[in-house]
């Protein structure tokens, strides 16, 4: 089987996987990130910190392709609930990404790629279901510890959709209702994952993207988004793969 690539844009995001890896797992530091290469929980991996934004996760996407030669890539970290459907607490796993400050207008269509004559980018449907799959099932087994918590709703639920890319942390009623508006169908915002998607398809590997909503994308957003990192979107990420990275269960790539 191949290696899988899964990258986050902050080190809480990704801290419990590294802690996970087998004690052989090699650093290679390149373009000042570190890319951690082993094994975690059976399956041959690179983990690697992006950081934030849509450059660096181009930039991180493009090296464990060329570099590392990953079969698939997943990534994973929070988001903001745009939809009004979606609450702090819940999962959103990607059908499809775009990047909404995309605009090449009046050359391009708004949010189209430019020469590349598409705005989203779809997510491998086999990987993405084994995400959904396992993410239903941690929130079962976890939602009564989780739900303690004043912020999650008694039972946090998984969606699955498009995912609004951005280089903003939206933190304003007025920007968070103007997105809302311009794309009724996006249910959450991120701001690495429409980047990924598009040097995925570039390079032709299969990708998905997990989310946990750490925020609503309102007023609130940073001290919200800030809590919930340091307390609980570990939990999530690490809960969500474990099950997904043993042997055999991910589809071959
Ligand atoms: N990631 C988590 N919360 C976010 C927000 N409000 N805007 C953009 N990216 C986010």
Redesign the pocket.
């Known amino acids: 089987m191949g290696r899988l690539a899964i990258l986050g844009a902050l080190h809480e995001e990704i801290a419990d996987l590294l802690a996970a890896m087998d004690p052989g797992a090699v650093v290679h530091r390149i373009a000042m990130r570190d890319f951690h290469v082993g094994t975690l929980w059976g399956t041959p991996c690179v983990i690697a910190l992006s950081r934030i934004g849509k450059v660096a996760a181009a930039a991180t996407a493009s090296i464990v392709i060329q570099q590392f030669k990953v079969s698939r890539v997943i990534f994973t970290g929070?988001?903001?609930g745009l939809h009004a459907d979606v609450a702090v607490g819940d999962v959103v796993v990607a059908s499809a990404l775009m990047q909404h400050d995309m605009d090449a207008r009046p050359l391009f269509g708004q949010y189209e790629i430019p020469l590349l004559a598409r705005a989203q980018f779809d997510t491998d449907a086999a990987l993405s279901a084994r995400l959904r799959e396992s993410a239903e099932e941690f929130l079962e087994s976890h939602a009564p510890a989780l739900g303690g918590r004043a912020a999650l709703r008694p039972r946090p639920r998984v969606h699955c959709g498009l995912i609004a890319t951005g280089d903003?942390?939206?933190?304003d009623n007025d920007e968070a209702q103007k997105l809302r508006l311009r794309l009724p169908e996006a249910l959450c915002?991120?701001?690495e994952g429409g980047a990924t998607a598009q040097v995925c398809h570039e390079f032709g590997i299969p990708f998905a993207v997990l989310r946990v909503i750490?925020?609503r994308?309102d007023h609130a957003?940073k001290v919200d988004?800030t809590d919930f990192l340091v307390n609980v979107a570990r939990v999530y990420t690490a809960g969500i793969l474990a099950p997904l990275l043993r042997p055999g269960v991910l589809p071959d790539a």
């Open positions: 929070l988001a903001g903003v942390f939206v933190n915002l991120e701001m750490s925020d994308a957003a988004f």
